[in-house]
């Protein structure tokens, strides 16, 4: 190659990177101002945006200076006083909190967030005195209550019963109620008077203490373990003398506390009930309890259930 065309082929080579260089410097310089602007207009924006913000903040009003007699008497107030006021100042803050927030949405987060044991509480407390009310209200006495041990799962024969029973006794409806308590436990393994022993026992013993049992039916080991710690009325004091007479046959000799026997029960296995109810009873009897406070009426109970009444 000549030395003339070497030189002109380096000329060119040297005119292309002086190109190339020039495009790059200018590139840099557009890409400087770019940024440069976008940097002068952010800060403009975000100086309008602060703008904007301080001129929605209200200025905060300075707190009023309290008067010398202000002081003075709040130096004086009693502690009733103090609690009242510290009460009053608390719910104005609240206020004065709840009015500053624009949406009901903040409301609500605001009061869930601090309030919400106070709002269980108050609905726990709500409930408990409607519960309360509504009890006492419902509330019904027993006009009659009949206990029925180890026949709990017979809703046949307790259902019988409790229609015999409201048949023949008098009450008020809205008032009173006509009770048959169904109880299973093991009463008859334990010494008769000890009441401890399962939890039908201690239910048993607990309506004994409340005066709420008047009469019970069940096996005869139930009802000998009753007699032995002198729970029952003696049949031939209470019962009007023609009336027993007539239920001679179905009298139970049973022994007290210190084993001498006394008319304390009736064979309870010939009632229709009984028959009709198919109890699952194999020897029942039936007995009045010595703290009933219903006597005319378990006497009533008795004549309708063998027959001597309508």
């Given at each position: 190659m000549s030395k003339k065309k070497k030189k002109k082929n380096n000329n060119n080579k040297n005119k292309r990177n002086n190109i190339s260089s020039n495009t790059q410097k200018l590139n840099s310089e557009h890409a400087n101002n770019a940024a440069h602007a976008i940097e002068e207009k952010s800060q403009a924006q975000s100086k309008i945006e602060a703008e904007e913000l301080k001129a929605s903040i209200k200025p905060k009003a300075p707190e009023p200076r309290r008067t010398p007699e202000e002081i003075e008497r709040e130096r004086n107030m009693t502690g009733w006083q103090r609690y009242k006021k510290s009460i009053a100042d608390g719910w104005a803050l609240e206020r004065k909190t709840l009015s500053s927030m624009d949406t009901l949405k903040e409301k609500l987060g605001y009061i869930a967030y601090y309030h919400k044991w106070h709002i269980l509480i108050t609905f726990l407390v709500i409930f408990t005195i409607i519960y309360g009310a509504h009890a006492i209200i419902t509330?019904?006495?027993?006009?009659?209550?009949?206990?029925?041990?180890?026949?709990?799962?017979?809703?046949?024969?307790?259902?019988?019963?409790?229609?015999?029973?409201?048949?023949?006794?008098s009450y008020n409806p809205k008032k009173e109620t006509i009770g048959v308590s169904l109880y299973s436990t093991d009463i008859s393994n334990y010494e008769p008077g000890y009441y401890g022993g399962d939890a039908g026992c201690q239910a048993i013993f607990s309506l004994m203490m409340n005066y709420s049992i008047d009469a019970v039916i069940a096996n005869d080991d139930v009802i000998e373990w009753f007699s032995r710690d002198d729970n029952f009325c003696n049949l031939e004091e209470i019962l009007p003398s023609d009336l027993y007479k007539e239920l001679e046959p179905y009298v139970v000799m049973l022994p007290d506390k210190s084993g001498k026997e006394h008319p304390y029960a009736l064979d309870f296995s010939d009632t229709e009930v009984y028959k009709k109810g198919k109890s699952n009873l194999q020897s029942p009897r039936i007995a009045i309890f010595s703290t009933t406070r219903n006597l005319d009426e378990a006497i009533a109970a008795i004549e309708k259930l063998y027959g001597y009444s309508d």
């Open positions: 509330h019904k006495d027993y006009a009659f209550n009949c206990l029925v041990v180890n026949d709990s799962h017979n809703t046949v024969f307790s259902d019988a019963l409790q229609k015999e029973l409201s048949d023949c006794i």
